[in-house]
């Protein structure tokens, strides 16, 4: 490789580096001074940047908003094409994509808090807009979830189509993943919707009573 192509895929890196701190550390800015209070000045000092270098990585605060968005975004869709060991039972299988998922909103529950706040800026709207509100968000995870289920659940796994059981799983997964934001830890809780998943809300002995009645 050219040493000048080399240079240059370093200095791509470390900028794609520096945009990351920012946008972790402007996470925790937004949701403790909400978007609209947040200035570009607090931004760049909690990254450990001056102001005007942060024009090097962002143009506004309004990029970084939607920037944090795109990260959030790319994340979660990215636990939906991890691959998955065929060799493991499907509830392993989805306890793998759901412990993902249950770290990623405890991670980013800053960031998930902050979608729900009540703040009319045009940023926030659009990004409510795109992940942000349950029906938007749910569609997200629903298109994602269909996709997982036909490239990984084998024939006879399912005792429902694929569209039907990726509807049933969102709105589940979306309930779970409301309470990591609110700070739970997420341990437990890919177990816990698993077994919802699986076998619904009913007791054992609630279930064989219903059949031999």
């Not at 450990?48 to 090097?56: D, E, T």
């Not at 979608?115 to 659009?126: C, Q, S, T």
């Not at 309930?175 to 054992?204: F, K, M, S």
């Amino acid at each position: 490789m050219p040493i000048r192509n080399a240079t240059a895929g370093r200095r791509e890196r470390a900028r794609e580096h520096a945009r990351r701190d920012i946008l972790v550390a402007a996470a925790d800015v937004f949701a403790r001074r909400g978007y609209a209070a947040a200035t570009l000045v607090e931004l760049a000092e909690a990254a450990g940047f001056a102001a005007p270098s942060l024009y090097r990585y962002f143009e506004s605060k309004e990029e970084i908003f939607r920037s944090l968005v795109d990260l959030l975004v790319g994340e979660f869709g990215a636990t939906f094409e991890a691959p998955a060991d065929r060799d493991l039972p499907l509830g392993a299988r989805l306890a793998v994509l759901f412990d993902a998922q249950a770290r990623l909103a405890h991670h980013h529950r800053n960031l998930l808090a902050l979608l729900r706040l009540p703040d009319a800026a045009p940023a926030l709207a659009e990004a409510r807009e795109r992940l942000g509100t349950p029906h938007a968000g749910i569609a997200f995870y629903e298109e994602r979830m269909r996709g997982w289920l036909r490239r990984n659940a084998a024939r006879g796994e399912l005792r429902v189509a694929p569209d039907a059981a990726a509807r049933a799983i969102a709105g589940l997964a979306f309930a779970y993943l409301a309470c990591t934001e609110a700070g739970a830890p997420p341990d437990g809780r890919a177990r816990d919707l698993v077994d919802t998943v699986l076998h619904g809300i009913a007791a054992p002995a609630l279930e064989s009573g219903r059949r031999g009645a």
